[in-house]
Nanobody, 126 residues
Framework: HVQLVESGGGSVQTGGSLTLSCATS????????MAWFRQAPGKEREGVAR????????YYSTSVKGRFTISQDNAKNTVYLQMSSLRPEDTATYYC????????????????????WGQGTQVTVS
């Protein structure tokens, strides 16, 4: 059973930084895609960043590219999202998601590709 637990959300001023963490249980395969999505009130859930299990490829939405960095520590089974130059429009609930046995190049931002989700952590930028 794959479990994802996010942490690190909070309130920050415009231009500030925040790092989210996603602690994961071990995966049944070595090829997975870990991703961060976000959902603002009244808006659809959108992909923000994703990274291959090998850590050799990462992908970003145009809205966060250059400001956010996704990384992982396989020894700790943890995926991180470092967010900088935060803007009010980054305010949302951020979700960690996992696609098991699928490479990130195939998952894209297609939500049904991600079968496992965390409970979400709130980020507020004002």
């Amino acid at each position: 059973h794959v479990q994802l637990v996010e942490s690190g959300g909070g309130s920050v001023q415009t231009g500030g930084s925040l790092t989210l963490s996603c602690a994961t249980s071990s995966f049944p395969t070595s090829t997975n895609c870990m991703a961060w999505f976000r959902q603002a009130p009244g808006k659809e859930r959108e992909g923000v960043a994703r990274i291959t299990s090998a850590g050799d490829s990462s992908y970003y939405s145009t809205s966060v590219k250059g400001r956010f960095t996704i990384s992982q520590d396989n020894a700790k089974n943890t995926v991180y999202l470092q967010m900088s130059s935060l803007r009010p429009e980054d305010t949302a609930t951020y979700y960690c998601a996992a696609a098991i046995g699928v490479h990130c190049i195939l998952t894209t931002w297609y939500i049904p590709s991600y079968k496992h989700w965390g409970q979400g952590t709130q980020v507020t930028v004002s």
